[in-house]
């Protein structure tokens, strides 16, 4: 499971991360981003559910998508 700091700011900074999350994850559509905006945990089922990839690994790269967008600020 993502932790709290990770979501508020996945959520905070969305718009803003989105253009990475489709790099890094590119079998999502821009329905499934939206429904990840306000729930995280969901867009990590989702992503694995197309990707077949292990949730924990999707949750890491997660977690390095946002920690590169925050060292951009």
Same mark, same amino acid.
Do not use: H, Y
């Given at each position: ?6 979501? /508020? @700011?996945?959520?905070? +900074?969305?718009? &803003? ?5 489709? $790099?890094?994850?590119?079998?999502? *559509?821009? #329905?499934?981003? /939206? @429904?990840?905006?306000? +729930?995280?945990? &969901? ?5 694995? $559910?197309?990707?077949?990839?292990? *949730?924990? #690994?999707?949750? /890491? @790269? ?5 920690? &590169? ?5």
């Amino acid at each position: 499971m993502i932790d709290q700091q990770t979501k /508020q @700011q996945l959520q905070q +900074n969305f718009e &803003q991360i989105k253009p990475q999350l489709k $790099q890094v994850f590119p079998d999502l *559509q821009d #329905q499934d981003l /939206q @429904q990840g905006k306000s +729930n995280p945990d &969901q867009l990590v089922q989702t992503i694995a $559910q197309k990707s077949g990839r292990n *949730q924990q #690994q999707i949750e /890491q @790269q997660l977690m390095q998508v946002v920690q &590169q967008q925050k060292q951009k600020f």
